[in-house]
C-alpha cells in the first residue's frame, strides 16, 4: 500500500521549521537552497515508497563517498558539472557572448602550484616509457580577436596508466609530472612536449563505481588533457581537448565531450619535424588555438573561486 503524506499542512510546516524558515538568525540563502532539496528528497521518498532500508542504504554510500574523497568524482558522474556548463552557455547565450573555445568540466584532479615556463614546457619527465611523444601548441587569442602576450595556460594529464601526479596510488610520479603553467610568448604562443596520455576509469571497487553499476553504466574516460587559461580582462577558461580516436569520446562518464573539442592528432614521421622540434623519432602534433572572452561588466561572471583544489 502506498501512503502518501508530503502535501500535509503539518509536513510543509515541518519543512519550514527544520530549513530555519521560522527563525530571524542564519542566512536566507542557505535557508531557501536546504528546503528546496529536502522538500525535493521528501518528496521523492513519498512518490516512489522509498524504504528505510533504501533510504539508510543511500546514507551509508554517501558516507563513503566522503571517506573516500569522490564527491568530486561522482559529481561529473551523474551529470552535474556538465548542467552547471549548459546553464553557464545558456547566460552566455542570454548576454550575447559567444563562446569559440567551449568551456568544459574541471575535473577533481587540478593541483595549484605547477612550475611557471615561458613559452614553452616539457611536461612529463620521462619515466613513462611506454608514452607517445606529443607535441601540442597553440595561440591564445584575446576577446577582439589578437594574440594574448603573456597569457596563463595551465595544463595536466595523466599518464598512460591512467593516473595523474599527487593522486597516484603507487607513488610512482614525482611531484607535477605532467604539470605546467605556461606564459604565451609575445606572439600568443604555448608549447609543450609530453607523451600522448591514456584514458582511466574510476577506482575499482569504489563507491563511486558502485553507483554507476547499479545504474548499469561504465565509469570510463576517453584520453584527455585540460587546460586553465587567463589574461588580463578576460574571463578564465576552464576547458579540456579529447584525443582523436578515443573509442569512448562519445561515451565519456563523465559527459566532458564537446564539439569543438577534438582536436586532430597528427602523426609526424619526417625527418624536417622531427628536428625542428628537437627529438629524435616519430610524435603526435596537435594544434590547438584558444580564445578567451571578455569581462562582463568589468567582472569574471564565471570564476570559480570557492571550489576545494589541491595545493602542494
Same mark, same amino acid.
Given at each position: ?19 530555519? $524558515? ?34 539508510? *542504504? ?11 574523497? $569522490? ?49 614553452? %614546457? ?47 596510488? *603507487? ?21 609543450? $612536449? ?45 576547458? $579540456? ?63 570559480? %573561486? ?5 595545493? %602542494?
Amino acid at each position: 500500500m502506498s501512503v502518501k503524506i508530503f502535501n500535509r499542512p503539518d509536513i510543509q510546516d515541518f519543512l519550514k521549521v527544520l530549513s530555519g $524558515q521560522d527563525k530571524t538568525s542564519g542566512n536566507p540563502r542557505v535557508k531557501q537552497i536546504v528546503h528546496r532539496v529536502v522538500s525535493d528528497l521528501f518528496k521523492t521518498i513519498d512518490d516512489l515508497d522509498v524504504t528505510p532500508d533504501e533510504y539508510w *542504504t543511500a546514507i551509508a554510500w554517501i558516507n563513503e563517498i566522503g571517506a573516500a574523497g $569522490q564527491a568530486g568524482l561522482i559529481s561529473p558522474g551523474l551529470g552535474l558539472d556538465h548542467f552547471l556548463d549548459e546553464r553557464l552557455d545558456a547566460i552566455d547565450e542570454a548576454l550575447g557572448i559567444k563562446n569559440e573555445t567551449p568551456r568544459t568540466i574541471e575535473g577533481p584532479l587540478y593541483v595549484a602550484g605547477a612550475p611557471i615556463c615561458e613559452g614553452f %614546457a616539457r611536461l612529463d619527465d620521462g619515466t613513462d616509457t611506454d608514452g607517445h611523444t606529443l607535441i601540442m601548441h597553440g595561440t591564445v587569442y584575446g576577446a577582439a580577436g589578437k594574440p594574448s602576450a603573456g597569457a596563463k595556460v595551465e595544463v595536466w594529464h595523466c599518464d598512460t596508466r591512467g593516473f595523474y601526479s599527487h593522486f597516484d596510488p *603507487t607513488g610512482r610520479q614525482a611531484p607535477f609530472n605532467m604539470r605546467r603553467t605556461i606564459i604565451t610568448d609575445e606572439h600568443g604562443r604555448y608549447k609543450f $612536449q609530453s607523451i600522448v596520455p591514456h584514458g582511466y576509469g574510476v577506482p575499482p571497487g569504489s563507491p563511486t563505481e558502485k553507483l554507476l553499476s547499479a545504474l548499469g553504466r561504465h565509469g570510463q574516460r576517453p584520453a584527455h588533457i585540460h587546460f586553465f587559461v587567463s589574461a588580463d580582462d578576460h574571463r578564465k577558461l576552464t576547458t $579540456q581537448i579529447n584525443i582523436a580516436g578515443d573509442p569512448l569520446i562519445n561515451d565519456d562518464f563523465a559527459y566532458a565531450t564537446r564539439e569543438g573539442l577534438v582536436p586532430d592528432v597528427i602523426e609526424r614521421t619526417d625527418e624536417a619535424s622531427i628536428t625542428a622540434n628537437g627529438l629524435t623519432g616519430p610524435f603526435a602534433e596537435i594544434v590547438f588555438d584558444i580564445k578567451l572572452t571578455a569581462l562582463v561588466d568589468g567582472v569574471d561572471n564565471q570564476v570559480n %573561486a570557492l571550489r576545494p583544489r589541491a595545493a %602542494a
